[in-house]
């Protein structure tokens, strides 16, 4: 404590020369007493309005150094307590704000007007903290005017940003922008709001039963012929008879290169499916081997001798299976290409 002691006395020592700044000053309103005014900028704001009040004139003694602010006597300023740093001229942060025992004022760090630093030791996790009670408030502002610059920047090893979830959607007013994560459970979903409200319009773009996004291979890659060798594929008469192929489209072949295809995880495929050498009539199902049998099709063939193809997207199992089930009398060969996946 006798150390900040000291500064106040050094400052004070000071405050008839600051009148003159304080007077050119637009920003700070005339007090009756303006040495009591200077006094409690220097002391109460913690370094902040200090230097804003005396950039024009900025005091020697807090250039580069360390104001401490909630400690007690006895402890120690390494390693307990606030900090406010006024960097001074030509460094690459004006303001330090820090908790912990390193960098308090380090110019690597904080290329920034005003820097909030957590350090590892203590409890305090946030470097910065914005909070608004105001219906329309924010609690933080991030504002570039430059071409070239950026509104906000985040970076972190566990996530860059994470959305603290609601168990339903918002049904005040919200404006096209607005992201919204909700949760229930252990499983979530992320929202976007494509229409001003009330009501307002949500579209999802995340969660567990939405499919993720489309990634196209470079190539189509073949995971299953039944050509080299294998019996056609024999359809049953009526909607649920036939034979039912289990098809993994976890890899495959372009050309002689053996190719990654759909990998587990995925929540679905994009095939083509080709028909060759049919007999009779029949048609094909494909759907995931995570499901019995389905009444479905997804491919026709009416008489013998056709070679057709579709592309048709499919959901698959955890392991990136399908199943392939004939039906309708007939048989034919089918090969089996993987086009892109979804996750």
Not at 44 to 66: E, N, Q
Request: proline share 5%; aromatic share 6%.
């Amino acid at each position: 404590m006798s150390d900040i002691h000291d500064r106040i006395s050094a400052l004070e020592s000071q405050l008839d020369d600051l009148k003159a700044a304080v007077d050119e000053s637009e920003e700070i309103a005339t007090p009756s007493t303006r040495r009591d005014l200077i006094k409690k900028v220097v002391i109460g704001a913690a370094g902040v309005a200090a230097g804003s009040a005396l950039m024009a004139r900025p005091a020697a003694a807090l250039d580069g150094s360390t104001l401490l602010m909630g400690l007690e006597g006895g402890q120690n300023e390494a390693t307990l307590g606030t900090r406010a740093n006024y960097t001074g001229v030509g460094t690459r942060a004006a303001f330090v704000f820090q908790s912990g025992t390193t960098y308090a004022n380090s110019d690597a760090n904080f290329p920034a007007a005003l820097a909030g630093w957590a350090g590892p030791s203590g409890t305090v996790a946030t470097g910065v903290y914005g909070y608004s009670a105001k219906p329309s408030g924010f609690g933080v502002v991030g504002y570039a005017s430059s071409s070239g610059a950026i509104g906000g920047v985040f970076l972190g090893n566990r996530a860059q940003l994470t959305l603290w979830p609601n168990p339903a959607l918002p049904t005040g007013q919200n404006y096209v922008g607005d992201l919204y994560q909700t949760k229930v459970g252990t499983t979530g979903n992320l929202w976007a709001c494509v229409g001003d409200g009330p009501p307002s319009v949500f579209r999802k773009l995340a969660g567990p039963d939405t499919a993720g996004s489309l990634h196209l291979l470079a190539a189509p890659v073949r995971v299953y012929d039944s050509r080299p060798g294998n019996a056609p594929i024999v359809g049953g008469d009526g909607a649920l008879g036939g034979s039912i192929r289990t098809i993994d489209l976890h890899t495959g072949f372009v050309g002689a290169v053996a190719t990654p295809a759909c990998p587990a995880g995925a929540t679905g495929a994009l095939i083509s499916v080709t028909l060759d050498a049919t007999t009779a009539q029949g048609f094909l199902a494909v759907f995931s081997n995570a499901l019995p049998d389905v009444g479905s099709s997804n491919l026709n063939w009416y008489t013998t001798g056709q070679i057709l193809a579709v592309t048709t997207v499919s959901a698959v199992d955890a392991a990136a299976k399908i199943k392939v089930k004939a039906g309708g009398g007939g048989t034919t060969q089918i090969v089996v290409d993987v086009i892109g996946y979804y996750l």
